[in-house]
């Protein structure tokens, strides 16, 4: 039996093929999984991506200079909320399937998707995430950095300091007419040969015109698997990486708050990034 092709890159017959087709087609009829044609952004809409960017590249600074001991997750919240609302756009995660802030605060053992309070105030040794997504004109971009609050232990540093070098080592594996899985490869590697382990549950996406599109991108596996990469595709890469194990449960209290199971450390950056002729462009520096 052959192999049954995925026919995601649509061609119309009588219309003339162009050079970009013949590629893509190569690849979907060798039996590779290949982006459908909305994937690829127009010239109009990677400015309106990138303006998206900027917003956010924005917020994320605002937070950097003013994060603190002391400080509540609802103070960081209120400060998203605002620069966010004052630029003209909206914070992506606020009532998104039901998520009731600005954006996700993740301090120490919780991985991803902490809920911002006024009763959780950051205190001396904490590594927290702060995690921002923006909807400028309908154009959505996504983005986090770690911040240590004060001093932390050299373990925690160093933690903060690999994750960040996994998403660089991440941008520099992903090629055109590469795959998806050199990213989570090249990220594995790096974090496993620190002693480290990636979360396996939550993935990189597309992104742009929706909050979450395809491809999926997994920060681990094995090279030449997944999506072909295509010039004009846009997505995150954000690799979650743990200090133990990398199993996680999800916090029943809030149905949200994603926690490492051995309550060790988890780290995480993330950036949007556009997929050109020579390789990947940072869309919220
Ligand atoms: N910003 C997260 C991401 O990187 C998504 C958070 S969903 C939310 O995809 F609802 F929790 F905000
Ligand atoms: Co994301």
Redesign the pocket.
């Known amino acids: 039996m052959p192999r049954r092709i995925i026919n995601n890159w649509k061609i119309t017959k009588g219309v003339p093929l162009t050079e970009l087709d013949k590629k893509v087609l190569y690849f979907q009829n060798h039996g590779c999984l290949v982006p459908k044609r909305e994937l690829i952004k127009t010239p109009e809409q990677i400015e309106g991506i990138r303006r998206s960017g900027i917003v956010n590249t924005g917020v994320l600074d605002l937070v950097e200079k003013e994060i603190r001991a002391g400080m509540s997750t609802a103070e960081i919240d209120r400060l998203v909320y605002d620069y966010t609302v004052s630029h003209g756009a909206i914070p ?2 606020l009532n ?2 039901g ?1 009731p802030k600005s954006v ?1 605060t993740s301090i120490n053992e919780v991985v ?2 902490g809920i911002p309070s006024e009763d959780e105030i950051l205190k001396e040794g904490d590594i927290i995430n702060v ?1 921002v ?1 923006t909807i400028l004109d309908g154009y959505y971009s ?1 983005a ?1 950095r770690m911040f240590i609050i004060g001093k932390t232990t050299p373990e925690k540093e160093k933690l903060v300091r690999v994750t960040k070098e996994c998403l660089e080592i991440g941008m520099q594996a992903a090629k055109p007419f590469g795959f998806v899985g050199d990213i989570g490869n090249a990220i594995q590697r790096h974090a496993e040969k620190n002693g480290f382990s990636v979360v396996r549950d939550l993935c990189g ?1 597309g992104v742009g015109l929706a ?2 599109e395809e491809p999926e991108v997994l920060h681990f596996g094995r090279k030449g698997t997944g999506m072909l990469l295509v010039p004009g595709m846009v997505f ?1 890469i ?1 690799p979650m990486i743990n200090m133990g194990d990398w199993h996680v449960f999800i916090d029943e209290d809030d149905g ?1 708050t994603v926690v490492s199971e051995d309550e060790l450390p988890s780290a995480q950056w ?1 950036h949007t990034f556009l997929m050109t002729e020579s390789g990947l462009e940072i869309l919220t520096y």
Do not use: I
Request: hydrophobic share 20%.
């Open positions: 992506a995660p998104y399937e998520f996700c991803c998707h995690d997504s996504d986090s996406h909050f979450h995150t954000e949200w993330e």
